[in-house]
């Protein structure tokens, strides 16, 4: 419903006449009243076929307006209208529509403009105009209807008392639809888009992009320019209304801004805290383009189900799973490793990020690429869930992981802490508070939660599921260069090259014969070693020290403290680091020597491969054809001689050097 400044008939029956004795009234300025009718033919920007359309209109460069938006609708009827005052005829409004996206820039349809010095004062002229995209092709047409009414300046006094940075107009259709999009959601749907393949136009590599689009929410990804592309985006869907569950996907090459291919997937089927991970076929695509995506589905009142001690018999649950993942019964499914189960009780003294001291708080409970979500608390910090969630183990050497965010208006979340717990070392069945920490788990951060976890798992499934490659991670935080965490690395490597070195060392001190009693004994564990060595020597030389450590662990109860230090080395030194607060220039210094020697290192490397290269193609004729020589020789005396009894030439030429 627009406002007027005309309020009654008697007004109006003045307009007529200022209009026809404009020349003798004190007409100051002009008031332009546009009403935006209808679009026609407008084009398809969305994966599901449509669009949604809305309109800016500008007036000297300036947005004065901007229309309610119609979704799914290439016809759009908008009826909405508003009145500016102008002072000059001979600039042209311009229209300019778009299609909404609600989590990425808005594409661009189509403009046109409208010469308003061709609108006759007190009459409403209507205009058909025809848009134009970015390259000058037709986008359809609008339709709108403009009338100019000259303005006395008691009439531009009122008109700025009612009027809102110029404009007087209040859209009755912005209002319903700003509830609508405040509404609450019945489902959450958290998608990762992954990765494709064979995603191409005509045999060329396109920059593609994918746009996803559930009811009016859209997303819209980043570009990439690959037959393969990997874009591992995550992003938030809702479904508000239940009967429309469609997921509208359609992957498009911004060159030519041509579909490659389209998807649609009804959300109604897919289970509810689960995620599906799946690769799907593209249609109208390559025979072998395919998208992977990770889709799962919450429930607006939270995951899991609700843990009621009266109903809810656990007890008979676990013993089914226990006889499932029973050693005996091992080879029914191999790659059925095991089950966790996670009670998430509640949580106390969480960081206040809200104003008034609260927060929304709500869990995101992670396994690997498993993801479920919990219902948001509101106005607390100390939230209570009471939420039971199950798991489905692929590996038992991963980690379950859960943060608590933040809920704010427009999707936008902020972290409150996380706890990452390894599945062997779980307690089963103990109920136990666990300290937040920070987003890469080093620093304790205000906040506890309280979990009770249990998981049941096959030994003999999860040992064959060991020796496969680990199951990758698709969202995973980027590796940022850190000079703490890159000196700690290099310092642990060091000390291996130095423990090596001193091995040598030790080597070369009994070839010299300076201790003949060391150097004896030596020489004649070497020449029987030698002599009766087989090859299954070397496992059994391997559980000697696998046993040698075990007996060492057992009896020595004061080194266990000292290897669990060791193991956080290099956390530790990172938070010392922190902690001490070295300048500027003590930390470029440290890198720069580091840098320094690993440049030294490379360069040996480097080195070694390019002689070693240059050896292979004859870049040194000389050194190749020695080489040659050599091998040949090589190969004659390997042939007719053992290498037991040359390894034992070998070992006695270097013992009876000194």
């Given at each position: 419903m627009c406002f007027s400044i005309f309020e009654n008939d008697e007004e109006e029956s003045d307009e007529t006449q200022k209009c026809t004795e404009g020349g003798e009234l004190d007409v100051v300025t002009l008031l332009l009243e546009v009403r935006l009718n209808n679009g026609e033919d407008l084009p398809v920007k969305d994966a599901s076929g449509s669009s949604d359309p809305y309109v800016k209109f500008r007036y000297k460069d300036n947005i004065v307006y901007k229309s309610g938006t119609i979704f799914k609708n290439l016809n759009p009827s908008w009826d909405e209208e508003f009145q500016m005052i102008v002072d000059d005829v001979t600039c042209p409004i311009r229209l300019e529509v778009f299609d909404f996206d609600r989590f990425c820039t808005d594409d661009f349809m189509g403009a046109a403009e409208v010469d308003l010095s061709q609108v006759k004062w007190c009459t409403s002229t209507e205009f058909r105009v025809d848009l134009l995209d970015e390259v000058n092709q037709s986008a359809g047409k609008v339709t709108i209807s403009v009338t100019i009414t000259p303005m006395t300046q008691l009439e531009v006094q009122q008109f700025h008392q009612k009027a809102t940075k110029g404009v007087l107009c209040v859209s009755e259709k912005k209002k319903e639809q700003r509830a609508h999009n405040t509404q609450d959601w019945e489902k959450l749907v958290n998608i990762v888009l992954v990765e494709g393949k064979g995603i191409r136009v005509d045999e060329r590599i396109p920059d593609a992009f994918c746009k996803f689009k559930l009811g009016q929410e859209k997303y819209k990804s980043k570009v990439c320019s690959n037959i393969d592309p990997k874009w591992i985006e995550q992003f938030d869907l809702h479904v508000f209304d239940s009967a429309d569950q469609m997921l509208q996907m359609a992957c498009i090459d911004r060159n030519t801004n041509s579909i490659i291919g389209r998807l649609e997937i009804d959300l109604s089927s897919v289970p509810l805290d689960e995620t599906l991970q799946h690769w799907y076929h593209l249609e109208n695509g390559p025979d072998d383009s395919q998208i992977l995506l990770l889709i799962t589905v919450s429930g607006s009142q939270g995951a899991g189900e609700t843990i009621e001690t009266d109903e809810f018999n656990y007890n008979d649950i676990r013993n089914t799973r226990i006889q499932k993942y029973d050693v005996m019964n091992s080879f029914d499914d191999i790659s059925d490793i095991g089950v966790l189960t996670v009670k998430l009780f509640c949580a106390e003294d969480l960081v206040a990020?809200?104003?008034?001291?609260?927060?929304?708080?709500?869990?995101?409970?992670?396994?690997?690429?498993?993801?479920?979500?919990?219902?948001?608390?509101?106005?607390?910090?100390?939230?209570?869930?009471?939420?039971?969630?199950?798991?489905?183990?692929?590996?038992?050497?991963?980690?379950?992981?859960?943060?608590?965010?933040?809920?704010?208006?427009?999707?936008?979340?902020?972290?409150?802490?996380?706890?990452?717990?390894?599945?062997?070392?779980?307690?089963n069945c103990e109920k136990r508070w666990y300290g937040l920490k920070d987003e890469k788990l080093r620093k304790r951060v205000k906040g506890e939660v309280l979990l009770e976890m249990d998981v049941i798992w096959n030994p003999v499934r999860a040992a064959i599921r060991t020796f496969k490659p680990k199951e990758r991670k698709y969202l995973s935080q980027e590796q940022k260069f850190k000079a703490s965490t890159f000196k700690t690395y290099f310092g642990e490597i060091k000390d291996v090259v130095n423990v090596l070195a001193s091995y040598k060392n030790q080597i070369e001190y009994l070839l010299s014969w300076h201790s003949r009693p060391k150097s004896l004994m030596a020489y004649v564990i070497f020449m029987l070693f030698v002599y009766y060595f087989e090859i299954f020597f070397i496992p059994l030389m391997i559980l000697a020290l696998f046993g040698y450590n075990f007996v060492k662990n057992k009896t020595s109860s004061r080194d266990e403290p000292r290897s669990t230090r060791s193991s956080l080395k290099g956390q530790k030194s990172e938070e010392e680091d922190e902690k001490t607060g070295t300048g500027i220039r003590d930390t470029l210094n440290s890198v720069q020597e580091t840098l320094l020697s690993v440049q030294c290192y490379l360069h040996f490397a480097t080195q070694l491969v390019q002689k070693i290269k240059n050896t292979f193609n004859f870049t040194d004729v000389w050194l190749s054809t020695l080489a040659v020589i050599v091998l040949s020789l090589a190969f004659l005396l390997l042939y007719f001689v053992p290498l037991r009894w040359i390894i034992l030439i070998w070992g006695t030429n270097k013992f009876s050097k000194n």
């Open positions: 990020k809200d104003f008034g001291g609260k927060s929304d708080p709500f869990a995101v409970l992670e396994l690997v690429n498993t993801r479920v979500q919990t219902n948001t608390i509101y106005k607390t910090l100390s939230p209570s869930w009471n939420k039971i969630y199950t798991f489905a183990v692929k590996d038992i050497h991963t980690c379950l992981q859960v943060t608590i965010f933040d809920e704010d208006p427009n999707n936008r979340f902020e972290f409150l802490g996380r706890v990452q717990i390894p599945l062997k070392s779980i307690r």
